[in-house]
C-alpha cells in the first residue's frame, strides 16, 4: 500500500535544490555528518558489497516517487537526507527492499520528528498571537517508532533504528532560516500558506525564539534529529527472534535487577 496524499509539493523541492546548488557545498555540514556517520556503520559491518545504489534526489524527478530498480539485483542501498520528503516513504522503502537481494542491505540516514522543533514552535506561536490560527511552516518529520514500523512493514529483516539530536547554534532566527534557504531545505508543504506573513510575523517568531531557546551565551538553538535506519532483505541465514518464553536468562538477571510483575509497585 502506498500514500496517495502529496503532502510535499515536490516540483517546488527540485526547484528550491536547483537555486541552491551552486552554492551548496557551504551549507552542507549536515550532508558530510549523516554521511560520515552511515559510512562508520557501513565499516562495522565486514560485508564486501558489489551492487550499490545511493538513493538521493535526482532519483524522483520527473516521476512518482518510482525508483525503477529492478528486482533482487542490489548487495546495498543507501540514502542520506532525501527520504524525509517523500509523500509515499513506505513505497520508498518496500521498492528498495524489492531490489536488493537475499541478505542485502539498506541503510539510511533522514531528519527526525525533534527536528526544528525550537524554530516550529517559535513560528506557530507568532501566528497564534497575531492571526489566531497557524498553518504549516515546518516539514512534518516521522519519529524513531514510525521509521521502526514502517522497515517491518516494508518486510525488512533485523530492522535498527537509532537517532542523533545535532544541535547548531545561530546568532539569530533569520540566520538559521538563511541556512535552510542555502541546504535547499525550506517550507515545500503543499498545504502552506501562500501569503507574505509580513515583517510582524517574523519579528514576533524572533523574539519567541530567543527567549525560549537561547544558550547561556544568549545564541539560539537549532536541533537536528538525524535517523539512522539499517534493515536487511530476508535470508535463511540470518539470526532469528526468539519465541516468547524461550529465552534461557530473565532480563533482570543479566541487568542484576529485580522483576517487577505486570500491576505490582516497585
Not at 560485508?47 to 524527478?61: E, L, S, V, W
Not at 516521476?63 to 509523500?87: A, G, M, W, Y
Request: with cysteine; proline share 4%; hydrophobic share 40%.
Amino acid at each position: 500500500m502506498s500514500y496517495n496524499t502529496q503532502v510535499f509539493d515536490r516540483k517546488l523541492l527540485e526547484c528550491r535544490r536547483a537555486r541552491a546548488a551552486d552554492d551548496f557545498e557551504n551549507y552542507s555540514f549536515l550532508q558530510a555528518l549523516a554521511r560520515n556517520h552511515l559510512q562508520d556503520r557501513l565499516d562495522d559491518i565486514k560485508r564486501d558489497f558489489q551492487t550499490i545504489k545511493d538513493i538521493h534526489a535526482d532519483d524522483f524527478r520527473g516521476k512518482f516517487e518510482n525508483l525503477r530498480l529492478e528486482t533482487d539485483s542490489l548487495d546495498l542501498i543507501t540514502s542520506v537526507l532525501n527520504l524525509h520528503s517523500t509523500n509515499d516513504l513506505p513505497g520508498i522503502l518496500a521498492q528498495a527492499k524489492s531490489a536488493l537481494k537475499p541478505d542485502g542491505l539498506f541503510i539510511a540516514a533522514l531528519f527526525g520528528g525533534e527536528t526544528l522543533h525550537e524554530l516550529r514552535k517559535s513560528l506557530m506561536h507568532a501566528e497564534i498571537t497575531l492571526k489566531g490560527g497557524a498553518s504549516p511552516r515546518v516539514f512534518p518529520f516521522s519519529d524513531k517508532q514510525q521509521m521502526g514500523g514502517l522497515l517491518q512493514r516494508a518486510g525488512f529483516a533485523l530492522p535498527v533504528v537509532d537517532s542523533d539530536i545535532i544541535t547548531v547554534t545561530y546568532d539569530n532566527m533569520f540566520k538559521l532560516m538563511h541556512d535552510l534557504r542555502g541546504m535547499g531545505e525550506s517550507n515545500i508543504i503543499t498545504a502552506r500558506s501562500r501569503t507574505n506573513p509580513g515583517k510582524a510575523f517574523f519579528m514576533e517568531a524572533a523574539k519567541h525564539y530567543q527567549k525560549n531557546f537561547a544558550d547561556k551565551d544568549g545564541r539560539l538553538e537549532a536541533s537536528f534529529e538525524i535517523i539512522h535506519l539499517i534493515g536487511w532483505a530476508p535470508h535463511e541465514s540470518q539470526q532469528k527472534p526468539l519465541k516468547p518464553g524461550a529465552a534461557k536468562n530473565r532480563l533482570a538477571d543479566v541487568l542484576h535487577t529485580e522483576e517487577i510483575k505486570a500491576g505490582e509497585r516497585p
